[in-house]
């Protein structure tokens, strides 16, 4: 057998489950001596765990965990893909062992709420999907309660987050739109929306990169009505665009809302790319062309980072690729546009 060098650092769960060649969240489970892991793998883990030196800090973890086997999860009610997230977040924490107890955010109903109303269900950890605190706020949490965000960027180092790479999926579209022969192509951003300022910034250096390319960021938000007021603004243009990306799925529907009332066809008139691919994507009236961030990924993983946090400081941050899914929204433009 050999010996894995001990590192200078403390060793963290996070380097164990690498070594071993198994999630975090295995570890986690054979140091809790919970269901969901082999006798092999239990044995195979520890021994790995005592090549490297680990040591749980016990008085650490007893004072983070209720024991109570349940993660809560913020989410926004209005948004679809928040509901596609929590629905794999469901069954990646029932294979882990785990049950989840849901608060939602809602117009009547503010985050920091949502977030107190968990603190009585004496949650292991918590999952926020799409925060929009500031950063001290996330971080201060994070020193409470083992605490994932999940589809946002977050600079503070001391903040685990799970999300896609913004800045690739937007490119992703962009490139797609090229490809088809579209230069003139705006952005519906988010508003201020968490991923919105890596979109806009992605739009407009992929555009840069693109021949007589033209590229306009106009304002949107999270909503339909957000997208068919922005399509309103964008047709009054000597040049509309032959192409628009919105923000996210919602906005996206909007936008094709707005251009079927005035006549206009997709994608023979305009083509149209949306952001999620939340389940109202794929319908088959719908067959939104979009950027697709994996809820069943981002779910799977964020659940991972949870679980490794109620009994390890190492849990990592982690970027997924995001993927382009071509339905029946996009076309080349028009040969007289």
Not at 301 to 328: E, F, N, Q, W, Y
Request: charged letters at 25%; one cysteine or more; hydrophobic letters at 45%.
């Amino acid at each position: 057998m050999t010996t894995r060098r001990r590192t200078a650092r403390p060793v963290t769960m996070t380097d164990v489950a690498r070594a071993a060649g198994v999630s975090t969240a295995l570890v986690s489970i054979v140091f809790r001596d919970s269901p969901g892991a082999s006798d092999a793998t239990r044995a195979r883990v520890r021994e790995v765990a005592d090549e490297l030196g680990y040591v749980r800090d016990r008085r650490a973890s007893s004072l983070r965990q209720s024991h109570s086997r349940l993660l809560g999860v913020v989410f926004e009610l209005q948004q679809p893909f928040h509901g596609d997230l929590v629905e794999h977040v469901y069954a990646a924490a029932a294979r882990r062992g785990y049950e989840v107890a849901l608060s939602a955010v809602a117009p009547s109903r503010g985050e920091t709420a949502a977030i107190d109303s968990l603190r009585h269900d004496r949650c292991e950890a918590t999952i926020l999907l799409g925060s929009r605190l500031p950063e001290d706020e996330l971080a201060a949490l994070a020193r409470t309660v083992p605490t994932v965000v999940v589809a946002r960027r977050v600079d503070n180092p001391d903040t685990v987050t799970v999300r896609s790479d913004d800045v690739a999926g937007i490119t992703l579209a962009v490139r797609h739109l090229a490809e088809l022969g579209h230069r003139r192509i705006a952005f519906v951003d988010g508003d201020g929306a968490p991923g919105s300022e890596d979109r806009s910034a992605g739009f407009l250096d992929a555009l840069s990169h693109i021949d007589d390319a033209r590229a306009e960021v106009v304002r949107g938000g999270l909503t339909e009505d957000d997208g068919a007021r922005a399509v309103e603004g964008l047709l009054t243009a000597e040049r509309p665009p032959t192409a628009v990306i919105a923000f996210n799925d919602r906005c996206a529907t909007g936008v094709l809302a707005a251009l079927v009332a005035h006549g206009l066809a997709v994608p023979r008139d305009m083509s149209v790319i949306g952001y999620d691919d939340s389940r109202v994507a794929g319908l088959d009236h719908v067959a939104l062309t979009t950027v697709s961030q994996d809820a069943e990924s981002l779910a799977e993983a964020a659940v991972d980072a949870a679980l490794a946090l109620t009994v390890d400081d190492g849990a990592p941050s982690i970027v997924l690729t995001p993927s382009l899914v071509s339905r029946s929204t996009t076309g080349a433009p028009r040969a007289t546009s």
